[in-house]
């Protein structure tokens, strides 16, 4: 199993430019989750999906969009990059086991900067 | 609401112990977590415990968790330059079925030798 991918893993963007980042995982996990991980602020969840066709926002959705058409893929996608969103963004996802710890598995990350 | 709080340094001497602490304020809280994130590398779990726990030990590592004072801590004993990471609290909280996630600011562990 290769895990959770994200591609790319360093990007610079200009303010206003928008992209994709990717996220993949062949664990066939239900959940999947957008962090961006900043200096001093630990991790902070920006988007989460329970299940393909299921997104709900996290606590800093803001600028930032998903969609979860499969189980495997859950994209996130900035509209208009700004100068606050530099950041590392990392994916995750992990099995829904009721009743029991749920383990979370991170991506690599990637490294966004826009100037 | 929920907040997770960490120190953000702690340096240890090789062959120590280190003891990396946390307090968080939801006390509905189901699990509590610790990961590890090396240089460049997303986080990796590193150990749990369940809520209704007070300690738990795995080789190196124990968990204490103090739900009165809503206190966590992970003791590294004979701690090597591999410990060198940042280390992340984590309490999760059920919502009807979903699990939430609330990490801390993390610990940078520096490892003197």
């Known amino acids: 199993n290769a895990g959770v991918t994200q591609t790319p893993k360093f990007q610079v963007l200009k303010t206003g430019q928008s992209m994709t980042l990717q996220c993949a995982q062949d664990?066939?996990?239900?959940?999947m989750s957008w962090y961006r991980q900043d200096p001093g602020m630990g991790l902070r969840l920006i988007h989460y999906?329970?299940?393909?066709?299921?997104?709900d926002q996290g606590e800093v959705p803001n600028g930032y969009n998903v969609s979860r058409s499969t189980t495997e893929d859950f994209p996130l996608r900035l509209l208009s990059a700004a100068p606050s969103q530099t950041s590392v963004y990392f994916c995750?996802?992990?099995?829904?086991?009721?009743?029991?710890?749920?383990?979370?598995?991170f991506g690599p990350g990637t490294r966004l900067t826009v100037l | 609401g929920e907040d997770v709080e960490q120190s953000l340094f702690l340096s240890v001497r090789e062959g120590d112990s280190s003891v990396i602490n946390c307090t968080y304020t939801?006390?509905?809280?189901?699990?509590l977590y610790w990961y590890k994130q090396e240089p460049g590398a997303g986080l990796q779990l590193l150990t749990y415990?369940?809520?209704?726990?007070d300690m738990k030990q795995d080789q190196r590592l124990t968990v204490l968790l103090n739900k009165k004072d809503k206190h966590l801590s992970l003791r590294i004993a004979d701690t090597q330059t591999g410990d060198s990471a940042i280390y992340f609290c984590?309490?999760?909280?059920?919502?009807?079925?979903?699990?939430?996630?609330?990490f801390g600011t993390g610990t940078r562990l520096t490892i003197i030798p």
């Open positions: 984590a309490e999760s909280i059920s919502n009807f079925g979903n699990e939430k996630l609330t």
């Open positions: 999906s329970v299940g393909a066709g299921i997104t």
């Open positions: 939801d006390s509905s809280s189901t699990y």
């Open positions: 995750a996802s992990s099995p829904v086991l009721a009743g029991a710890y749920n383990e979370q598995f």
């Open positions: 664990m066939n996990h239900e959940y």
């Open positions: 415990i369940f809520s209704n726990m």
